[in-house]
């Protein structure tokens, strides 16, 4: 495709399909003209002008990695490896500049992973400057995440999220690449003249707090403030075109990707991806997912202690006494052990994908409720501040008065004892923050998985009882970040924060606050400065508990890898950095040194695929296992086939499917469902290691409302010989009949 971007600053962002002269100016000239008319119809409305006026952007593109035998990414579990797929992770990302300068803009990404990452930023960062070095640079680009815990693994800059991958997985990294970088693309060519809006509504029933011990540790006062322990609004930026019509939204709410839990193998994006699914596919139920121009986002915000099992955590113990019964309250154990303590979904009696699919709807309703009403307008210039900052031993002043610092990265004790939504194991329970000795074996043996911290180290994480000295833990290359990216974005009164780590609900909302002020006490915004927090992203820097939940040492203030000041030295530091927001800035502010890129250290114990064979008799593609063409099928039955398969790692068929539901009409077969239906599931399983066998099954289960008719299965593989050479092949189920 011939695409050119026009590199006249006046003029920029319009994609032509021609070089030709007369059609350049012919763009301009209908160019000029739409930001005219849109211009006006804005002044009218509200009188305030050109300043009202964007050029927005959305795109969306595949993200998914290799779809088995790789660890999957969240619950850090050795067991959860992959086997299949129940839905495609993408990325989508938002473009915004300012019409009357539209260099002056940025990209805020939302990825259906687990956290942002210093490696993936920097490979998009790189890629996306050279692309379009004229707007885009490692300033204006955010990369955040919905934080699900069910994509696949392997992709994060660290060694520590990388232990239970065995290392490093390229193919996920790229693949993660490679879809970002097209979304981005995708925004860019489709770069309009539009209005911003922006409200809020809440969601009473799409979280709950998992450390509310910790929470309870907050000042009174404080909390006497807020109905609720966790925040229920949804913030919504809703971007129109010219005309008003919607082209799509970006919303802010704080919910785990924990929906799925972590024995789930199968590949999915979680409550968020589920959310974007319902919402994209109900403004365009006919195009497959992923293959929509409305952009729904649903972006993660302070997402620290909060938990989509909405019911509690309950004992699953049984035998025991204790069986069925509320976990302890501040250690969340079950006879004294983490394991078998689990928190429990709106649709736990049923399944966890059905809990899933709540807490997606619940969010995508939300969405719905926000998108029907008139919101107020966003107006105002763009403008974005970015700049590293070294957490080691990072000291600043108080607001009042005193110096203090945070420190080299380490992990507590409580850290191992995982979450209700995910245990962990041993015995670590959370909500340890004793100087006893712990466990005399773990105190034995964690001199030898990270260096034992110092005097310094020890009293600069009080009371933290660390486990892991991560931030002195350089074998074979960094185990945690040193260095952080701290990031703001602005669109008019609307201001993002970019958060490298996971603050929790209070540690959310003493950052907004203070950084609202700090807009409207230095005149940058007046007082209908709204901020919106986004986060894991960029850089994965853990969790962000305030000093008091720090204190408590639940999973939330043991994984505080930078101390018990993190958060206040984030708030000092983005504090510092409004001014850059204001549009008589220029230039970025003095960095501290980029982290230095450990991907070329990487090290992967991960083994290819050597070969795939067909067993004797058999080619690859052939049914094992039927359809049932003896009667038909209705709405609420699962259809299932099994076929001779090939490893999908051979080809992750990016923007594409491994499978199709195809539905005959007029003589021919239409794809009806692909991979990425919640309805449909990919299956892989190794038969034979050694010979190279594997079998896949593909299932339907029949939605509500699918029109009867005459259906089939259709599988895509790509198998590997022994010299290497892959290739492509396709099966079909026979045909099935579906009744009303
Ligand atoms: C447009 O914005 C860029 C910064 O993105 C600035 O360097 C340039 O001077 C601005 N141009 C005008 C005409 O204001
Ligand atoms: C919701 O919107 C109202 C009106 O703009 C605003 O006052 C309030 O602060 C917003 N809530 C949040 C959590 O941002
Ligand atoms: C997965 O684990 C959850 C939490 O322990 C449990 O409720 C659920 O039944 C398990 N699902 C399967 C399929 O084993
Ligand atoms: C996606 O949409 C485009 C344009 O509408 C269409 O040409 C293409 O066939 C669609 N792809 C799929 C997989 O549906
Ligand atoms: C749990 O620990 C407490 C205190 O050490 C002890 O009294 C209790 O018996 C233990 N419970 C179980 C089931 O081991
Ligand atoms: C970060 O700061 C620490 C302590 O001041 C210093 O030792 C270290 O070299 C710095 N790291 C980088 C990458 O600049
Ligand atoms: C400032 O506040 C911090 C945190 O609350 C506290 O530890 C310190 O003692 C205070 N300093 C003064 C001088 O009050
Ligand atoms: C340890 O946690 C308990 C609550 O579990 C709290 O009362 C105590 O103050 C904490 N200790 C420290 C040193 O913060
Ligand atoms: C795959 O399908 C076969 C045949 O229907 C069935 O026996 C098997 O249990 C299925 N495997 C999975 C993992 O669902
Ligand atoms: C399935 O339907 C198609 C289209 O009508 C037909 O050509 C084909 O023979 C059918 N297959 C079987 C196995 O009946």
């Known amino acids: 495709m011939p695409l050119s971007y026009n590199s006249n600053p006046c003029w920029p962002g319009v994609v032509l399909d021609t070089y030709q002269f007369v059609v350049k100016m012919f763009h301009k000239a209908l160019i000029y003209l739409t930001t005219l008319v849109a211009s006006s119809t804005i002044l009218s409305q509200n009188g305030v002008g050109v300043n009202g006026q964007?050029?927005?952007?959305?795109?969306?593109?595949?993200?998914?990695?290799?779809?088995?035998?790789?660890?999957?990414?969240?619950?850090?579990?050795?067991?959860?490896?992959?086997?299949?797929?129940?839905?495609?992770?993408?990325?989508?990302?938002?473009?915004?500049?300012?019409?009357?300068?539209?260099?002056?803009?940025?990209?805020?990404?939302n990825a259906d992973i687990a956290m942002g990452d210093t490696g993936i930023r920097r490979a998009v960062v790189s890629q996306l400057s050279s692309l379009y070095p004229e707007y885009y640079n490692n300033a204006n680009i955010a990369l955040s995440s919905t934080h699900q815990h069910s994509g696949v693994g392997g992709y994060l800059e660290n060694v520590l999220p990388e232990i239970t991958a065995l290392g490093y997985v390229k193919e996920t990294a790229d693949a993660i690449v490679q879809g970002t970088v097209l979304a981005v693309q995708r925004a860019h060519a489709s770069l309009k003249p539009g209005k911003l809006s922006i409200g809020n509504t809440t969601i009473v029933d799409g979280n709950r707090n998992r450390s509310p011990s910790a929470y309870l540790a907050n000042p009174a006062e404080e909390r006497a403030k807020?109905?609720?322990?966790?925040?229920?609004?949804?913030?919504?930026?809703?971007?129109?075109?010219?005309?008003?019509?919607?082209?799509?939204?970006?919303?802010?709410?704080?919910?785990?990707?924990?929906?799925?839990?972590?024995?789930?193998?199968?590949?999915s994006s979680d409550n968020k991806g589920m959310a974007a699914y319902l919402y994209?596919?109900?403004?365009?139920?006919?195009?497959?997912?992923?293959?929509?121009?409305?952009?729904?986002?649903?972006?993660?915000?302070?997402?620290?202690?909060?938990?989509?099992?909405?019911?509690?955590?309950?004992?699953?113990?049984?035998?025991?006494?204790?069986?069925?019964?509320?976990?302890?309250?501040?250690?969340?154990?079950?006879?004294?052990?983490?394991?078998?303590?689990?928190?429990?979904?709106?649709?736990?009696?049923?399944?966890?994908?059905?809990?899933?699919?709540?807490?997606?709807?619940?969010?995508?309703?939300?969405?719905?409720?926000?998108?029907s009403q008139s919101l107020p307008v966003v107006?105002?210039?763009?403008?974005?501040?970015?700049?590293?900052?070294?957490?080691?031993?990072?000291?600043?002043?108080?607001?009042?008065?005193?110096?203090?610092?945070?420190?080299?990265?380490?992990?507590?004790?409580?850290?191992?004892?995982?979450?209700?939504?995910?245990?962990?194991?041993?015995?670590?329970?959370?909500?340890?923050?004793?100087?006893?000795?712990?466990?005399?074996?773990?105190?034995?043996?964690?001199?030898?998985v990270t260096p034992l911290p110092n005097a310094e180290q020890v009293a600069c994480q009080s009371p933290k009882p660390i486990?892991?000295?991560?931030?002195?833990?350089?074998?074979?290359?960094?185990?945690?970040?040193?260095?952080?990216?701290?990031?703001?974005?602005?669109?008019?009164?609307?201001?993002?924060?970019?958060?490298?780590?996971?603050?929790?609900?209070?540690?959310?909302?003493?950052?907004?606050?203070?950084?609202?002020?700090?807009?409207?006490?230095?005149?940058?915004?007046?007082?209908?400065?709204?901020?919106?927090?986004?986060?894991?992203?960029?850089?994965?820097?853990?969790?962000?508990?305030?000093?008091?939940e720090y204190g408590v040492q639940r999973y939330e203030g043991a994984s505080t890898i930078f101390g018990k000041w993190t958060l206040d030295a984030y708030i000092d530091k983005y504090g510092s950095l409004v001014s850059y927001l204001s549009p008589s800035s220029t230039g970025q502010p003095p960095s501290d040194p980029a982290p230095e890129d450990q991907t070329s250290k990487a090290i992967s114990l991960r083994t290819g695929v050597v070969v795939d064979n067909a067993p004797i008799g058999k080619k690859f593609?052939?049914?094992?296992?039927?359809?049932?063409?003896?009667?038909?099928?209705?709405?609420?039955?699962?259809?299932?086939?099994?076929?001779?398969?090939?490893?999908?790692?051979?080809?992750?068929?990016?923007?594409?499917?491994?499978?199709?539901?195809?539905?005959?009409?007029?003589?021919?077969?239409?794809?009806?469902?692909?991979d990425s239906h919640p309805s449909t599931r990919y299956q892989w399983l190794r038969t034979n290691l050694i010979l190279g066998f594997s079998t896949v099954n593909i299932s339907w289960t029949i939605e509500d409302g699918t029109p009867a008719g005459m259906y089939r299965f259709s599988y895509f593989g790509d198998s590997k010989a022994l010299n290497g050479k892959i290739t492509a092949f396709t099966g079909h189920s026979s045909n099935f009949t579906v009744t009303a």
């Open 54 to 109: 964007y050029l927005l952007g959305l795109g969306i593109a595949d993200i998914t990695g290799p779809v088995v035998e790789t660890n999957m990414m969240g619950y850090a579990s050795l067991g959860q490896t992959d086997t299949g797929l129940h839905m495609r992770q993408r990325s989508r990302a938002w473009i915004v500049a300012d019409a009357s300068n539209s260099t002056q803009r940025f990209v805020f990404i």
């Open 226 to 267: 807020y109905q609720y322990d966790q925040d229920k609004e949804m913030s919504l930026i809703r971007f129109d075109d010219a005309d008003g019509n919607a082209r799509g939204f970006l919303s802010f709410f704080a919910v785990h990707g924990t929906s799925l839990y972590e024995n789930n193998t199968l590949v």
């Open 280 to 371: 994209e596919s109900m403004v365009e139920p006919s195009a497959m997912p992923g293959n929509q121009t409305f952009v729904a986002g649903f972006t993660q915000a302070n997402v620290g202690d909060t938990s989509p099992n909405t019911e509690g955590a309950f004992c699953e113990s049984p035998g025991q006494p204790w069986d069925g019964q509320p976990c302890e309250f501040e250690h969340s154990t079950c006879g004294n052990k983490t394991e078998d303590c689990h928190g429990r979904g709106p649709g736990f009696r049923i399944s966890d994908f059905e809990s899933n699919r709540i807490i997606g709807q619940l969010q995508a309703d939300a969405a719905k409720t926000l998108m």
């Open 379 to 448: 107006s105002g210039p763009v403008g974005y501040v970015h700049t590293y900052l070294n957490m080691s031993f990072h000291s600043f002043t108080l607001p009042n008065g005193t110096t203090v610092q945070t420190c080299p990265a380490a992990l507590g004790f409580s850290f191992a004892g995982g979450t209700t939504d995910g245990p962990g194991a041993f015995d670590f329970i959370q909500g340890d923050n004793s100087s006893n000795p712990q466990n005399p074996f773990w105190e034995l043996v964690k001199g030898a």
């Open 467 to 548: 486990l892991l000295n991560s931030g002195f833990a350089t074998f074979p290359y960094n185990w945690s970040p040193h260095t952080v990216d701290i990031q703001m974005l602005r669109a008019g009164n609307v201001v993002i924060l970019v958060i490298p780590g996971e603050l929790t609900t209070m540690s959310g909302r003493r950052m907004r606050d203070a950084i609202r002020a700090k807009l409207i006490s230095e005149g940058v915004i007046g007082d209908d400065a709204y901020v919106v927090l986004s986060g894991p992203a960029n850089t994965y820097g853990h969790y962000i508990a305030t000093p008091e």
């Open 621 to 674: 593609s052939d049914v094992m296992a039927d359809v049932n063409t003896n009667g038909a099928y209705k709405a609420g039955d699962t259809v299932v086939a099994q076929f001779v398969g090939a490893n999908p790692r051979n080809n992750l068929r990016l923007e594409g499917t491994f499978l199709t539901v195809d539905q005959l009409s007029n003589g021919q077969w239409t794809a009806v469902r692909s």
